[in-house]
């Protein structure tokens, strides 16, 4: 099983572009995250989705959307990307309120 | 709402010493605790939970953790540190039952000095 992957790696971006941050799993699970770690902070959570067809927001949302398009993937994306968006991105995937589990991160960089 | 503190953003000990990362968290239910591991540009990895139960966990690695209601705490400890533990290491807390996903402490960056 490759549990949860993400793609791209690293990415980088000029202010003002968009782009969408892939993820997707292969355990089933119901509910996914996408989480942003920054330096001394932690990880934060961006948007969450109990299940197939719910997102809601988290503690920092501004600046992204999210789409649920099945039960596996779950992508995050950035309209109009700003520097303060530099970070690496988590996703993540749990069933009920179990462990979550993490794919590698995407390192992102707006310039 | 709930929170989690990890004092010390960095520890430093000697290969074989006790290793002891402080977890402290508030949570208006009964908390769900987790230690989770990085290494290196890698994501987390699980190293113990608690949910309910004993309150001595033991995790992957040779750590544990235990949970402390009257003190609110969940510190997690190894007995004798190995080069291969130096990573960064995140409590968290999942105390809210209208949203599953995880609160993060800010993390701590253990050093394994040779």
């Known amino acids: 099983n490759a549990g949860v992957t993400q793609t791209p790696k690293f990415q980088v971006l000029k202010t003002g572009q968009s782009m969408t941050l892939q993820c997707a799993q292969d355990m089933n699970h119901n509910s996914m995250y996408w989480y942003r770690q920054d330096p001394g902070m932690g990880l934060r959570l961006i948007y969450y989705s109990a299940s197939e067809g719910t997102t809601d927001k988290g503690e920092v949302p501004n600046g992204y959307n999210v789409s649920r398009l099945n039960k596996r993937e779950f992508s995050l994306r950035l309209e109009s990307a700003a520097p303060s968006q530099t970070s690496v991105y988590f996703c993540a995937s749990s069933e009920m309120a179990d462990t979550q589990y993490f794919g590698p991160g995407t390192r992102l960089t707006v310039l | 709402a709930q929170s989690v503190t990890q004092l010390g953003s960095h520890v430093s000990v000697s290969e074989g010493a006790l290793v002891l990362l402080r977890c402290n968290y508030s949570?208006?239910?009964?908390?769900?605790l987790f230690w989770y591991v990085q290494y290196p540009n890698q994501g987390l990895q699980l190293l113990l939970k608690?949910?309910?139960?004993?309150?001595l966990v033991k995790g992957i690695n040779g750590f544990e953790a235990e949970f402390k209601k009257s003190e609110t705490s969940f510190h997690l400890t190894k007995p004798s540190a190995h080069m291969s533990d130096a990573a960064e290491y995140f409590c968290a807390v999942r105390g809210d039952t209208g949203r599953r996903a995880l609160t993060f402490g800010s993390g701590t960056r253990l050093q394994v000095q040779p």
């Open positions: 608690y949910t309910t139960g004993a309150t």
């Open positions: 949570s208006s239910v009964p908390p769900y």
